[in-house]
Structures are given as C-alpha cells and as structure tokens.
C-alpha cells in the first residue's frame, strides 16, 4: 500500500551552509547553490525521481519533458524550504510579495467566531506565505507529524526564533485532538494537511490525476466532527519573490450525516488540488509512491 514512512529529508549542515547564505549574500546566491544541490538529487535519489517521473507522465507530459521537470521539482523545492527560512527568521521578508484570493473566506471563518479548519496538502508553500494569515488577527495552529529530525528543527527554531504558527503534534494518545478542540472554542484556524497518511490511518481512495489514490479521512472526519467551517487552502510559488495564496470557499456541515459530509469535502479538496497541480506542475512534493492504481 503506498504511504508516507513518516521522515523527512536533510541534514542540520545542510541548512546551515545555506542560512549563512541568505544571511550574509542573500536569496539569489543560495538559489545559484541550490542548484547544485538538486542536481545530486536528480542524479542520485533514483527511487524518489522515478515517483517523480511517473507524476508527471500522470499529468500529461511526454518521457523526455518528465524526465527534465524532476530537476525543477528539486530545484522549486529547495527554493520553496529556503524561503520559508527566510521568511521565519525575517531575512529579506518585505521583498516577497504576494497575490491573496480568497482572504475575504478566511475573515467569514473568524468573523463566525468558532474557529475554523484549513485543509492543504505538501504542494507549493504555504507556510512562506502564512504571514499573510497574521492578517486575519486570530492565531493558527498546524497539525503536523513529528516527522523532522531533531537537530533539525532544534537548528531552525533557533535561527526563527521558533515557528510562526502554533505545532499541535499528532500524538498515539489522541492528545491532540483534544488540543485542536481547545483552539477552534479560543476562535482559532487550524491548518490539516490532508494528502499523507501512516500504517494504519483510515483511507478513502479517490479518482486523482488519471489513477486510484488513498486520502486520510482524519482530517475530514475532525471538520465533520467539530462542525466548523472549513476552507481549502494553498500557497504556490509563482516567480523568485512572488508567491499566490489561494483560500476556497467555506465548506460547512449542516444536517447531513458526518459521512455524507467526510465524502463530500474529500471529492472537493481532492479535485481543487488537482486543478492547482495543473496550473503549477511542478510544485508536488510527496516524494513516494502515491498512487495505488
């Protein structure tokens, strides 16, 4: 069955080399570096690149046009951690700009004043443009696995000064959900991303991109449960200092039956995100076999 292991890639030197980067010449020399740095990747991580390969052939692009585009999806990688980076610790934050449709849908979710969930998924980067989120006057948590190497988030949080958003960690015990119901009674967002699952987390699988893929329902099932309003979320990278925010519609659960409701919100996110992955091809980073069938 196919499924995130859970880890993510990278080393504490790593970030190191190109913080000192962005610090001390800027964001332009460390994209010159990274290239580098993706093109090993392109060489040598043959099992990711070919998961890679076969996304792209998914999405209509012939052999020799998808075998090209896995450079650019390390290299838009790369770009999209380093600006994150740069915008968490206050490096040259003002020189980003940004594009926010759908801002007036996360006001209506503050506004209801029972907090609100925030679907997304591991594409383009959301978190660089998260700041904008700040705007909405109310704090966000993102519900995350623990899945970064120690040292590495050790490092980062202190070259940030910690996270722009409160962590709420899935945690065995369910602990929490009980944290996530104590955010969204203080009338605050909750950010899910809803495309990763682990062994043994309840699936649905759905049409996606020309296949048979699995989708957690957790994240479903919680905005079903909780009776908030829920909005899709994304934030995709569209030039070297320019990325575009993307907020839905709200999705609410009136009287339907929670599966009814868990059904219809999945087929929405799931067909929202596809269409975005057409428009910005290259900025899907899951980077494992996704697809079931």
Known sequence: MPQWQGKSRGTTLGYRIFVFVCRHLGIYPAYFILRFVAGYYFLFSWTSSGHIYRYFRRLGFGPLSSFFRIYRNYYTFGQTLLDKVMVMAGIDRDTFTYDFDGEENL???VAQGRGGILLSAH????EAAGHLLRRLQTHVNVVMFDGEHQQIKQYLDTVT???????????EDMSHVYAIGEALQKNELVCLHADRFLEGNKTLGLPFLGG????????FQLAAGFRVPVSLVFAFKESARHYHFFGSPLYQRGGEPKEEFVGRLMRAFVGDLEQKLKRYPEQWFNYYNFWYK
């Open 107 to 109: 006001r209506a979710i």
């Open 123 to 126: 594409v383009g980067n959301w």
């Open 161 to 171: 000064g910690g996270h722009n958003f409160r962590i709420i960690v899935i945690r």
């Open 212 to 219: 048979e893929a699995l989708f957690p329902q957790g994240p």
